[in-house]
């Protein structure tokens, strides 16, 4: 039997990283979910082959928001698939080009100064984590994040909901996305 948290080796790491932490967070808010849980509140009605392309994995925040992989394509590498931030009131955005991104980005100082101080022992403990097992570093936010295939896979993720949202839906879509009617 396999006892692996999810079929991606980097959430493994992450998982192992959390637990250890025995229920201190290294980021606000952050905390792996049960893999996988199914979004049915998002897509409504959709066939469950559009459903099974999302893949939520993590709260994002302590009121309910939360990330998700978007099978965007058929590679067999999950975490080199997009991650969607699905805000609690409506926020919608492509969060990261891929999970080894969305890491660096958990990286980054929180804003108010009473995590800070709470979070000072596992923050650092999660920045040596990242650099021991990806080499990896918090961004320095010089350009850290490529704009131009977050903005790609956001017009990508339009155009795929409009396959099989309500008329509703998609309109919520395209507002929290800050675009137009998508065009494939």
Partial sequence: MNDAYSP???????????????????????????????????????????LDRLIPFAYATSSGSYYALWRCDDRTDLATLPVIFFGDEGDL???????RELFRLLAAEPDDPEDRARLASPRQRYHAWLQRN??????????????????????????????FASED????????????????
């Fill in 93 to 99: 955005c492509i969060e990261a080009c891929n999970l």
């Fill in 8 to 50: 991606v080796p980097e959430l493994n790491l992450l998982k192992e990283f959390q637990d250890s932490l025995e229920g201190q967070f290294f980021a606000p808010g952050f905390e792996l979910f049960k893999y996988d849980k199914g979004l049915d509140w998002f897509c409504g009605e959709a066939p469950d082959a559009y």
């Fill in 134 to 163: 990806f080499g990896l570093t918090p961004p320095d936010g010089t350009g850290d994040v490529d704009g131009e295939v977050l903005a790609e896979y956001t017009r990508r993720f339009a155009v795929w909901v409009s396959e």
């Fill in 169 to 184: 839906l998609l309109e919520d879509v395209l507002g929290a996305l800050d675009l137009d009617v998508p065009t494939p």
